[in-house]
């Protein structure tokens, strides 16, 4: 049996976290169309009968301007040596830019075997993807291209298929019904973090740490669940709320029903908003919010 690990990397909203939850077929990480909405690495895990492939979605490739992002990029790096495979996202409605090219030059010369996925093909004109094959390949870039597009499950099936031919004979790396390493505290962590994503603008979403305080399933099954929102400033705070409170009340609802989703059960949330001052640059706060430098 064919069985190893895939990096999923690219840059910051490329769409690796909509194609990890597409190729494993469940939603394993958070998806948002702000940059920087993937914090950590989350593995989810596709078990087939002749092949098991364990994705390694990753934070997206983005300048780095705080402690957080630093280990965020430090988490793609470590994760793009440790693989048995890189599948580089690439945003093709995008373009390709120079940029793009010398990134994926970089990952490529990291000797793991890499495929591309040329991705979100259903919102750019169907000869963009001959042309930029060509450029990509001109500009010496000889991995393959598969080009796919995650939203509409477009050669998802090839990719996954291309992957696995590259993947090592061994036995599984997890049970044949893991589809993520993580905890559903974790899931529910992210759901929350997920709705603050859509809800507010950039510089909100991105100064939020989620912390559980109570994760409880009751004897009839339903869970109660009490979480802080921490933010960065007071008038994040004040934003977050908002007036009388309606704004958080609208994201605690819509995240308790993906939570609800998630869990198949009933879940009463208390959600709070706390300020500590410029946590993503307090190497103890970013522990204690579970940024671990290894994650
Ligand atoms: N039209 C279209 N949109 C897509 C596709 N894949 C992802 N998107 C959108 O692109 C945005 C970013 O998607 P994510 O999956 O969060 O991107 P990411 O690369 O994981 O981003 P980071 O975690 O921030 O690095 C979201 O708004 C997605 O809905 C696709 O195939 N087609
Ligand atoms: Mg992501």
Redesign the pocket.
């Known amino acids: 049996m064919r069985s190893g690990t895939v990096a999923v990397i690219?840059?910051?909203?490329?769409?690796?976290?909509?194609?990890v939850?597409v190729l494993v077929g469940e939603k394993v990480?958070?998806?948002?169309?702000?940059?920087?909405?993937?914090r950590d690495r989350i593995m989810g895990i596709l078990t087939r009968e002749e092949y098991q492939i364990v994705f390694a979605?990753t934070?997206?490739l983005?300048r780095q301007r705080n402690e957080l992002t630093d280990r965020m990029m430090h988490t793609t790096e470590n994760t793009s040596k440790e693989v048995d495979v890189i599948l580089f996202?690439h945003?093709g409605?995008a373009g390709a830019k120079d940029e793009d090219i010398s990134l994926m030059k970089k990952y490529s010369a990291l000797g793991v075997p890499m495929l591309i996925a040329y991705?979100?093909?259903?919102?750019m004109p169907k000869e963009n993807i001959p042309r930029d094959a060509k450029i990509l390949y001109e500009a010496g870039i000889e991995n393959d291209v598969v080009p796919?597009?995650?939203?509409?499950g477009r050669n998802i099936r090839l990719l996954e298929q291309e992957i696995a031919k590259l993947l090592p004979e061994q036995d599984k790396l997890f049970p044949d019904d893991v589809v993520s390493d993580r905890s559903e505290k974790f899931m529910i962590s992210e759901l929350m973090r997920e709705k603050i994503l859509l809800k507010y603008d950039k510089e909100i979403p991105h100064g939020v740490a989620i912390v559980i305080n109570k994760f409880e399933r009751q004897e009839n099954g339903t869970y109660v669940i009490d979480l802080d929102v921490v933010c960065e400033k007071k008038n994040h705070k004040a934003i977050l709320i908002g007036k009388q409170g309606k704004a958080l009340k609208e994201t605690a609802s819509f995240a308790r029903q993906d939570m609800e989703k998630f869990l198949g059960a009933k879940v009463f949330l208390t959600v709070f908003v706390k300020v500590r001052e410029d946590w993503r640059d307090r190497a103890g706060l970013l522990k204690e919010f579970g940024y671990d430098e290894n994650n």
């Open positions: 690219g840059r910051a909203n490329a769409g690796k976290s909509t194609l939850n990480a958070i998806v948002s169309p702000k940059p920087q909405t993937t979605d934070p997206g983005y996202v945003d409605h991705t979100k093909t259903d919102i796919v597009s995650a939203r509409k």
